[in-house]
């Protein structure tokens, strides 16, 4: 398809496991974004970057959130360790260009649960 | 699939008539604002955008405004559908940076 992927649509994991979610952003995209989205809230900010360079990771909740980008393509978000409050729908969006005024466009997220 | 915004303000239309769905933006640096759908279970889907230059903009059925003086945008949806009915959230862009800052989201349902 087109539009950004997020795979797995689903996790579930128990506290202190290790997670990995990944995003494929639509083709040629320069810009991609990382939210988290809790049941009721729009979606928070986490990390940004302009193809291979993370250049915003200043929404990331703690050290053990680490989100990769090496190709500049694929992005895989980490989680260690993951706690209760890690629980939430993690969601990809990315955009054409960098610094000019472009919409993003979202992947479905990944629904994480931690039990 | 579970809801998104289970506790969300909600505004009721009957099918046929049009919404207007209201946000408050916080900084008056912002540049961009987006308008957002999102239906149970799916990502945000990209409505309409609209400049910080510009006061309106219209799309497919739907228009949106921008009032800077008092930092407020309104997305209005024409001859409203059953598939309209998800919640929507509207989203800014500050100047210089990147990152979306998206408002609370209003859920809007359709009556038949």
């Known amino acids: 398809g087109a539009g950004v992927s997020q795979s797995p649509r689903y996790k579930v994991a128990k506290r202190g496991q290790d997670v990995a979610l990944r995003c494929d952003p639509i083709?040629?995209?320069?810009?991609l974004f990382w939210y988290q989205q809790a049941l009721g809230q729009g979606p928070e900010f986490l990390t940004y970057f302009q193809n291979e360079a993370q250049l915003d990771k200043s929404g990331l909740p703690s050290d053990r959130f680490f989100a990769e980008r090496p190709e500049g393509s694929v992005s895989t978000l980490k989680i260690q360790r993951t706690q209760q409050e890690d629980s939430a729908v993690y969601l990809c969006?990315?955009?054409?260009?960098?610094?000019?005024?472009?919409?993003?466009?979202f992947g479905d997220g990944t629904r994480l649960s931690i039990l | 699939g579970e809801s998104v915004g289970l506790h969300l303000p909600t505004l009721s239309v009957q099918e046929g008539d049009n919404s207007i769905i209201n946000c408050a933006y916080s900084?008056?640096?912002?540049?961009?604002f987006i308008w957002y759908k999102q239906e149970s279970g799916k990502g945000p889907q990209f409505i309409i955008d609209?400049?910080?230059?510009?006061d309106k903009r219209q799309g497919q059925r739907v228009t949106v405004l921008l009032n800077k003086t008092v930092k407020h945008l309104s997305l209005q949806i024409a001859a409203t559908q059953p598939g309209d009915s998800a919640v929507y959230f509207c989203?800014?862009?500050?100047?210089?940076?990147?990152?979306?800052?998206f408002g609370q989201g209003t859920r809007l349902t359709i009556n038949p």
């Open positions: 900084n008056s640096a912002s540049d961009y």
């Open positions: 989203a800014e862009k500050i100047q210089g940076a990147q990152k979306l800052v």
């Open positions: 083709s040629g995209h320069v810009s």
């Open positions: 609209i400049r910080s230059n510009m």
């Open positions: 969006a990315s955009s054409l260009r960098q610094n000019s005024n472009q919409p993003q466009h």
